[in-house]
């Protein structure tokens, strides 16, 4: 079946444009979340979802990033006057559920972000 | 911060066995190891997860020690296509880490024909 699928697969902005990143989970799947990977670093959690509801929104690194989520489904990462550092992989995953064997987390290919 | 520690790199064999260690010597009765793996420039790909009792499906089999302290992933025929960095990674679902994984660095394993 389809797995998680994100959109653009790549994105190159300048300082100070706002971007958004989109992730369609697997369908069915209630929970969704954002990492992201800068350049030879580790894979960072920044959001997840359970249907709509963020109950976790601690990766976030500033204000300027925010996401959301509408009718438990597609999910909507902003990042609003970019800045170099905010270049990395975003990447999205979305599991069954979150507990009771359905919490297994399945990854999108991830979205290239390059800031000018 | 992680709480896994495992080897930055290992070096294997095509057709042999691919035996990648992984330490959670602080693991709770209530976290799962799950391991990943993210081949160059793709999202990372669940292999397989384990409470106490070692696992196997198709991919691969994981070895949880007694003790729980630490873990084994095998690959059990290595190919070129495993290259990849291999993460092992301590969750609870219930937790009060929530939904999230946290991801430490990995071991980068080198399948060589």
């Known amino acids: 079946g389809a797995g998680v699928s994100q959109s653009p697969s790549n994105k190159v902005t300048e300082k100070g444009k706002d971007v958004e990143l989109r992730c369609d989970p697997i369908s069915g799947h209630t929970a969704l979340y954002w990492y992201r990977q800068s350049l030879g670093q580790g894979l960072e959690f920044l959001i997840y979802f359970q249907g709509n509801s963020a109950p976790d929104k601690s990766g976030l690194p500033s204000d300027r990033f925010s996401a959301e989520r509408t009718g438990g489904s597609v999910s909507t990462l902003t990042i609003q006057r970019t800045q170099q550092e905010d270049s990395a992989v975003y990447l999205c995953?979305?599991?069954?559920?979150?507990?009771?064997?359905?919490?297994?987390?399945?990854f999108g290919p991830g979205t290239r972000l390059l800031v000018l | 911060d992680a709480k896994t520690t495992q080897p930055p790199s290992m070096d294997c064999a095509e057709g042999r066995a691919a035996n990648l260690p992984c330490n959670h010597s602080?693991?709770?009765?209530?976290?799962?190891v799950y391991w990943y793996r993210q081949i160059h420039s793709q999202g990372p790909q669940y292999i397989i997860h384990g409470l106490k009792n070692n696992e196997t499906n198709e991919m691969a089999s994981l070895i949880i020690t007694e003790d729980r302290k630490s873990s084994t992933l095998i690959l059990p025929h290595a190919t070129l296509r495993d290259t990849a960095v291999y993460y092992c990674i301590v969750r609870d679902p219930g937790g009060v880490q929530g939904g999230k994984l946290i991801f430490g660095q990995g071991t980068e394993l080198s399948v060589k024909p």
């Open positions: 995953a979305s599991s069954l559920g979150l507990a009771g064997g359905q919490e297994t987390q399945y």
């Open positions: 602080t693991i709770s009765g209530n976290e799962y």
